[in-house]
C-alpha cells in the first residue's frame, strides 16, 4: 500500500474535476467538491430530500441500484461514514461487500491495484474509498474499468465531498437559503478535510459569510485563501451566528506539539453554553463526529436543544443515496452513449 504512487492534493486538482465528469460533463465519480457547479451540488440536495423521508416508512428500499455492487473500501477507520454508505447502498437496492483493508491482503503486501482489479473481476460497479493518504480516490477513480464509479469517502487531508453535502443538507432543511447565513466552523482546520469540503461547498452554494475559527497553529492565514474570513477569536466570531460547525482535533495528523493542553483549548475553543449564547438564538450546532465532549464541545452542547448532530447522521443515509444514485446512472448513461 505505501509504495502506491498516490499524488499529492496540489498537483491533482485540475485532472481531479476533469476525472469526476463524463465527455457530457456528468458527474460519474464523486471525488472533490471543488470544480462542481452549484446546479449539481442543488441537483444532489434535491434528490436527497426526496429519499429524506425514506428512513421513516416501512418499506425502505428502491431499485435503483438493483443487480450493482458496491464495495465498501476502507483503508482508515470509520464508524458512521462506513455504516451509512452501506446502508444507503442496501436502501438502494445494491449488494454490498465491506472490506476491512486491515485484516485484507493489503496487510500481505498486494498492492492497492491488485485489490482493486479483484474487485473488478467480481464484477463489482462501484468503489466507496476511504484511505489516509490525500489523493488515493483519485488515483483509484484514474485505473478503474469504465463502468465503475469511484466515491470518496475521505482522503487524507484532502477531501471528504459526502461528509460536506450532508453537512449543506442538514443546514438548507433547517435554514432554507444559504444567502443570510453566517457560518462558523471552529477548530482545527488546518488537518480537517471535512472543513476543506465544507468551504468549497459554502462558497458554490452562495453562503452570506463563513468565517473559520482556531488558534493560529490550525488555523494559519492562507486558510482565507479557500475563500473565509480567519478570526483567532471564538467569542467575536460567534456574534450573529446562524450555524456553527465544530470539528476534532485531528491529532493523529499533528505531527508537532500544536497545542498546549487540552484544557487551554477548551477555554479558548471549546463550544460552552455561555458561549453558545454569544450566537443567534436559533443557531445550530453541528459537528461531524466523533466528539471530544470537553475538549471542543460541552456534553449539555452536543446534547441540547441546538444541535442537530444526529440529525446531520441520518441526513448522512439520503444524501449518499443521492450521490450514489447520481453518479451510477450517469455511469450507465455514458456506457450506453459510446455504444450507440
Ligand atoms: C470525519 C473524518 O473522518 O474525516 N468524520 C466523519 O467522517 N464522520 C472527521 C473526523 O474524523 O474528525
Known amino acids: 500500500m ?17 476525472l469526476q465528469l463524463t465527455d457530457e460533463g456528468d458527474l460519474k465519480h464523486f471525488l472533490s467538491i471543488e470544480g462542481l457547479s452549484r446546479d449539481k451540488l442543488v441537483d444532489i440536495l434535491d434528490t436527497a430530500d426526496s429519499f429524506g423521508g ?26 458512521r461514514t462506513r455504516t451509512t454508505f452501506e446502508l444507503a447502498a442496501k436502501r438502494l437496492s445494491a449488494d454490498v461487500l465491506n472490506i476491512n483493508v486491515s485484516v485484507s491482503s493489503a496487510s500481505k503486501g498486494e498492492t492497492l491495484l491488485d485489490t482493486l482489479r479483484n474487485l473488478q473481476a467480481m464484477q463489482c460497479d462501484m468503489f466507496v474509498v476511504r484511505h489516509s493518504a490525500s489523493g488515493a480516490a483519485h488515483f483509484i477513480a484514474s485505473h478503474v ?17 459526502t461528509q460536506a453535502m450532508l453537512d449543506m443538507f442538514a443546514i438548507r432543511r433547517k435554514k432554507g437559503d444559504f444567502n443570510n447565513l453566517k457560518i462558523v466552523i471552529v477548530g482545527d482546520i488546518i488537518h480537517s478535510r471535512v472543513a476543506r469540503s465544507q468551504i468549497h461547498a459554502l462558497n458554490i452554494l452562495g453562503a452570506g459569510e463563513i468565517v473559520a475559527v482556531g488558534p493560529k497553529t490550525l488555523l494559519p492565514d492562507t486558510v482565507r485563501d479557500l475563500g473565509v474570513q480567519i478570526e483567532h477569536n471564538f467569542d467575536k466570531a460567534l456574534k450573529g451566528a446562524d450555524v456553527i460547525m465544530g470539528l476534532r482535533l485531528q491529532k493523529e495528523r499533528m505531527r508537532s506539539a500544536l497545542l498546549s493542553t487540552e484544557d487551554e483549548y477548551y477555554r479558548s475553543y471549546g463550544l460552552n453554553e455561555n458561549r453558545l449564547r454569544i450566537a443567534k438564538p436559533d443557531a445550530i450546532v453541528m459537528h461531524p463526529g466523533p466528539t471530544n465532549r470537553g475538549v471542543e464541545i460541552a456534553a449539555s452542547v452536543a446534547d441540547g436543544p441546538q444541535s442537530i448532530i444526529l440529525e446531520q447522521v441520518t441526513g448522512g443515509i439520503a444524501v449518499r443515496m443521492a450521490i450514489m444514485s447520481i453518479a451510477m446512472g450517469n455511469v450507465e448513461k455514458s456506457l450506453a452513449q459510446s455504444r450507440a
Open 2 to 18: 505505501s509504495a502506491s504512487p498516490i499524488k499529492k492534493p496540489e498537483i491533482m486538482s485540475r485532472g481531479a474535476r476533469d
Open 54 to 79: 425514506l428512513g421513516d416508512q416501512a418499506a425502505r428500499k428502491v431499485p435503483l441500484l438493483r443487480g450493482k455492487t458496491v464495495a465498501n473500501l476502507f483503508f482508515e477507520n470509520s464508524t
Open 145 to 161: 474499468e469504465q463502468h465503475i464509479s469511484v466515491i470518496n469517502a475521505g482522503d487524507g487531508q484532502h477531501s471528504h465531498p
